[in-house]
């Protein structure tokens, strides 16, 4: 095995420095480590919004990033331009004999480091990259026939039964620490990066490795209820750790194992979760398509969503007048966050109330979610809409008002973001436009002035969905 002078371990949706698969291979095969993170401008410069809680998160992860490689005795040298060129010149100029990095199955991303990775190999520097954001990646589980798996159940018995305590160790980044090259450089401010600071801090939501592990600790004292809290908005049930999970400032190892090691129903469904997620990746890397806007089920590519006039803005802006719906957009567009719960509910409701094209709602939440995955968002996106892998049945179809009752039964999530419905009794909170008109005036909430009107009737549209699949679908399904 080659041992390097010096190499150069490059950042990306990694920001942490303890268990990194790249940080520890680069420190075990060479006398002198330096870290290195870019901003990317290709990333960053074609973002929509300046107000960007993602770049802010980012921000202030590789700020604690930075420091915490300091108090190791090494550093982060940070750069903000394009990444594919500053990585070639960085190592250049240190005359790294090899560069590190971690895996990123993001098609675009893949592009990125081949050029790079041919681009160093040019100059005769070696290029070592890794798996780290998953447990099981690529073609690491396959069916017995050697093909990717298309339904979970399935991918998630035969992950499973792959998984050993050696899947789930960590790197010991520690024991070869003494390795790190002391350089760092200034870390550009927000506004230098052209984002201005959002309501990220009034979140509470911490950022960087001391808020993952914060995040955690916490989750792992209510994991039990889990399986039982998961599903209801106005409950403290998720982990939370989504944002954490897809800027690699937590340790997916670290996860699966405590939740594989503990037991019982609430730890079992979380690592389904996590296991759903090694699955929509392994999906993104056989399928890349699904990426650009095409359906998993080719037979549902060109279905011809009505898209009917001003539906996509009313869904988008919570004007739909289904209280579930307009809470939880509300509840996007203001913390860059949605319960997971929701965001089916919406999902399924853009697509099978409003008729309109998931890749549309794929997109927008693409540029909301502070945690937005792409393997994760087009998968979950696919599902709702009936177009992807494992999809949930086109004729299954979420009703947005029995979704309200059974999962916000008191209407707690709904007031929370819906002021307006505050007074509205809960008979009435999932159905407003129901109650009678002195009911409305007593609540101070007239339907049609105060809060909307249904923009749909939900049985009408349930029909016209149903019409619209079974037209695209297999004649055994129809």
């Not at 040019?122 to 990717?148: M, N, Y």
């Not at 790197?171 to 201005?196: C, D, H, K």
């Not at 998931?358 to 996106?381: Q, T, V």
């Not at 979420?398 to 505050?422: C, K, M, W």
Request: aromatic share 12%; net charge neutral.
């Amino acid at each position: 095995m080659t041992e390097y002078a010096r190499a150069l371990v490059w950042f990306r949706r990694d920001l942490r420095d303890f268990d990194h698969a790249a940080l520890y291979y680069a420190l075990k095969r060479s006398r002198q480590v330096t870290c290195v993170f870019v901003f990317d401008r290709e990333i960053l410069d074609a973002l929509p919004d300046p107000a960007d809680r993602r770049v802010e998160f980012i921000h202030a992860s590789v700020t604690e990033l930075q420091q915490a490689l300091q108090a190791r005795g090494g550093g982060l040298v940070v750069r903000h331009g394009v990444a594919r060129d500053e990585i070639v010149q960085l190592a250049a100029e240190l005359e790294a004999e090899a560069v590190f990095f971690n895996h990123d199955d993001d098609p675009a991303a893949l592009a990125r480091d081949t050029a790079v990775e041919a681009a160093l190999r040019a100059r005769g520097i070696a290029v070592h990259h890794t798996k780290d954001a998953v447990i099981f990646e690529r073609e690491e589980v396959l069916t017995a026939g050697g093909t990717p798996y298309s339904v979970f159940t399935p991918y998630r018995n035969a992950w499973l039964k792959r998984l050993t305590p050696f899947d789930l160790q960590a790197y010991p980044v520690e024991a070869y620490a003494a390795r790190l090259a002391a350089q760092s450089t200034p870390i550009p401010g927000l506004r230098e990066l052209g984002f201005i600071p959002t309501n990220l801090r009034d979140m509470a939501l911490p950022t960087g490795m001391t808020g993952g592990a914060q995040l955690f600790e916490d989750f792992l004292d209510r994991i039990d209820r889990y399986q039982d809290t998961r599903g209801f908005p106005a409950v403290k049930g998720p982990s939370y750790l989504s944002v954490h999970l897809r800027f690699g400032t937590v340790s997916i190892r670290q996860l699966a194992a405590a939740a594989w090691q503990r037991g019982g129903r609430g730890a079992q469904t979380w690592l389904s979760e996590l296991i759903w997620r090694d699955f929509y990746h392994q999906i993104l890397w056989h399928r890349p398509d699904v990426a650009a806007g095409h359906a998993f089920k080719r037979q549902y590519d060109a279905l011809p969503w009505p898209n009917p006039p001003g539906h996509f803005e009313a869904w988008c802006e919570a004007r739909t007048g289904y209280p579930l719906v307009d809470a939880a957009m509300r509840q996007l567009n203001q913390t860059g966050y949605m319960h997971n719960r929701l965001r089916m509910v919406t999902a399924s409701f853009l697509t099978k109330d409003l008729l309109v094209d998931w890749r549309l709602g794929e997109r927008y939440f693409a540029d909301k979610l502070i945690d937005f995955d792409l393997a994760a968002n087009s998968g979950g996106w696919q599902w709702a809409a009936s177009v992807g892998c494992d999809a949930q049945p086109w004729f299954r179809i979420f009703n947005p008002v029995t979704q309200s009752g059974r999962f916000d039964a008191q209407g707690h999530f709904i007031r929370r973001y819906l002021p307006e419905l505050v007074r509205v009794p809960e008979k009435f909170i999932h159905a407003p436009w129901t109650m009678p008109v002195a009911e409305q005036q007593r609540s101070g909430c007239v339907i049609g002035r105060d809060y909307p009107l249904p923009i749909v009737d939900h049985a009408v549209q349930r029909a016209q969905a149903l019409a619209l699949f079974r037209q695209a679908s297999p004649p055994a399904l129809k």
